[in-house]
């Protein structure tokens, strides 16, 4: 089976930085996504990182290290649109997406 | 552009009931998913279609079934209500089921079965 873990829950301050960490066990490897979803709505995609290293997207980034079965998502410059739950999943080598069970961070001013 | 629809919103069925969630996309996408969202589990797999007349099934398929009539829709069958069906369904596409694309996701529909 698949294992992914990250923290339940984060909170920050309004334009603070936050890093939310990611480990996983999965049965292949065929790309790690970060989804954001707000209460009540539907996932959406911020990253996709399939090799090692640091994926930037304007205050979001996204690392991976796939030797040690690791992501972050880093968030800048915290806004309060940024409260959300934040989703790791990995495509495993069936190309499944595997999700962890989300962390939900709260963004106060 | 609409993207993924679903429908219903929101319904309450009473156990032993039969019902159908919809699911509609106008990407053109092969690849179409359903999930269910329960809290403290995250998104988990139910069943999925990597192209219209084929399907499989994902982490939790049972008490659950589909078909893939044609590329747009993607319908879920829940044939006899239970109260541990209770959820989120999301359904989800994408360009391909066997390659690094990304997966889009519908507004859901919340189940409650009584």
């Known amino acids: 089976g698949q294992n992914i873990d990250q923290p339940t829950e984060m909170t920050a301050t309004e334009g603070a930085i936050v890093q939310i960490n990611c480990t996983y066990q999965?049965?292949?490897?065929?790309?790690l996504f970060w989804y954001q979803q707000h209460a009540g709505e539907a996932p959406t995609f911020l990253s996709y990182n399939v090799l090692d290293g640091l994926e930037e997207k304007g205050r979001f980034s996204s690392f991976l290290s796939r030797s040690k079965g690791y992501s972050y998502l880093l968030l800048k410059e915290l806004q309060m649109k940024d409260s959300a739950s934040y989703l790791c999943a990995v495509r495993d080598g069936d190309y499944k997406l595997s999700f962890g069970a989300g962390t939900t961070v709260t963004v106060r001013a | 552009t609409a993207g993924i629809t679903q429908a219903p919103t929101s319904q309450i069925l009473a156990a032993g009931r039969s019902m159908t969630l919809r699911c509609t996309q106008d990407?053109?996408?092969?690849?179409m998913y359903w999930y269910r969202q329960d809290l403290g589990l995250g998104l988990r797999l139910i069943h999925y279609s990597n192209t219209a007349g084929t399907t499989g099934k994902g982490e939790v398929p049972d008490g659950y079934s589909v078909s893939r009539a044609n590329t747009d829709d993607f319908p879920l069958t829940l044939a006899s209500a239970v109260p541990s069906q209770t959820s989120v369904y999301f359904c989800?596409?994408?360009?391909?089921?066997?390659?690094?694309?990304?997966?889009?996701f519908g507004p859901g529909t919340r189940l409650t079965v009584l």
């Open positions: 999965t049965s292949g490897f065929n790309g």
């Open positions: 990407m053109r996408h092969n690849a």
């Open positions: 989800a596409s994408s360009v391909s089921g066997t390659a690094t694309d990304t997966q889009y």
